[in-house]
Structure formats: C-alpha cells, structure tokens
C-alpha cells in the first residue's frame, strides 16, 4: 500500500516474498517526494499494520504486540 504523508513523506508498505515462506514485511520510505528511497525491515510474523497520514505514524500488528512509530 501507498499513502501519503505530512511533509513530503511517501509511505509504502508491503511484502518481499522472496525472503522466506511467509514472506518479510517491508517498508519504503522518501522525504522528498520521491527522489531518494529508504528501505526498512521488520521481519516476519508482521499480521497486519496501519498509517495515518495526518501524523505520519505506523501501527504494526506483530505476533501478540502492537508497535507504533513515527516515520520521519
């Protein structure tokens, strides 16, 4: 999935099934509108996850946690 964020930010999130059976979650990242690219990963076992654009914070469903973070 794509979202867009406060400040330039593109969010993109999804899985690099290439990594193992059930796959990794992966997230691209740019500040600045796409130009340059950040890649960040969060391993398996992620169940599902969530953005909000308007604080550009993720949510993350992984095993029994949940996660937030802001993305910057």
């Known amino acids: 999935k794509m979202y867009l964020g406060k400040g330039n930010l593109i969010y993109i999130n999804g ?13 691209f990242v ?14 398996s076992n992620v169940y599902g996850g969530y953005f909000n654009p308007q604080t550009n914070e993720a949510w993350m469903l992984k095993i029994y946690s ?3 973070r802001t993305v910057k």
């Open 15 to 27: 899985i690099d099934s290439s990594r193992s059976y059930y796959g990794a979650d992966v997230e």
């Open 30 to 43: 740019s500040t600045n509108w796409g130009k340059s690219w950040r890649k960040e990963d969060n391993g």
């Open 66 to 68: 949940l996660y937030s």
